[in-house]
């Protein structure tokens, strides 16, 4: 069954600490493949997104992704956090306009 | 240009009453796509609509959940006979058609439903 997996429910991390979210998916072919986040209270919003071309990707607030076909995976990393970053972040993926999303990881940034 | 507009943004609904929630999609968008969010969750799909079609209802319960996009208005998440297990936010998205649709989704702000 197709499928996207966020294995991290909940991730804590340091201010200025580096970040990495993972996302796995499992579809027949290679899919659009997407990052967006979730503040309280709030519609998510684009992140950042995989289409084709250069597998790793650039995003808005200092995000960047890499898209790695041998493991099926669409990982979200930043190198220095910052505490405004707290917040629900999901993967996301795209198969012919049916876009299915993981479960989320809930992002805790510590002073 | 407005984007993803959903309304009301809290309805609260007592056992056995109908909600109705609404969206607007962006200006020039004719798909639409509604979530569900639990607490504690992530979000789950609904239903994919275009103008006047459901194109996959897959994750919409079979009963009391329905939806529709009609040629001229919002689209329409319809759940009848509320039960506490509805409450939750529902979230709507849009994104463009064709060859202009690049898969990103434009969400709304999202309508919260607190069954009593």
């Known amino acids: 069954a197709q499928s996207v997996t966020q294995p991290d429910i909940h991730i804590t991390v340091s201010e200025g600490a580096s970040l990495e979210l993972r996302c796995n998916y499992s579809y027949g072919a290679t899919p659009y493949l997407f990052w967006y986040v979730q503040s309280p209270g709030q519609g998510l919003q684009l992140l950042l997104k995989y289409f084709s071309g250069d597998t790793l990707v650039q995003g808005i607030k200092g995000f960047e992704a890499e898209f790695k076909r041998s493991q099926s995976s669409f990982n979200l990393r930043k190198p220095s956090v910052h505490w405004s970053d707290a917040a629900e972040y999901f993967c996301?993926?795209?198969?012919?306009?049916?876009?299915?999303f993981g479960a989320g990881t809930r992002l805790t940034v510590k002073p | 240009n407005a984007g993803v507009m959903q309304n009301p943004r809290h309805l609260v609904r007592r056992r056995g009453q109908e909600a109705r929630l609404r969206c607007s999609p962006m200006?020039?968008?004719?798909?639409v796509y509604w979530y569900r969010q639990l607490p504690e969750e992530g979000l789950k799909f609904m239903v994919y609509?275009?103008?006047?079609?459901?194109?996959?209802e897959s994750g919409m319960p079979k009963e009391r959940f329905s939806a529709e996009f009609p040629k001229e208005g919002p689209s329409i998440l319809r759940i009848q006979q509320v039960v506490r297990g509805d409450s939750a936010a529902y979230f709507c998205?849009?994104?463009?058609?064709?060859?202009?649709?690049?898969?990103?989704?434009?969400f709304g702000e999202g309508s919260r439903l607190t069954v009593l």
């Open positions: 200006k020039g968008h004719s798909h």
């Open positions: 996301a993926v795209d198969n012919n306009n049916d876009m299915r």
């Open positions: 609509l275009q103008k006047e079609n459901i194109i996959d």
């Open positions: 998205a849009s994104s463009p058609m064709g060859g202009t649709n690049t898969g990103e989704l434009f």
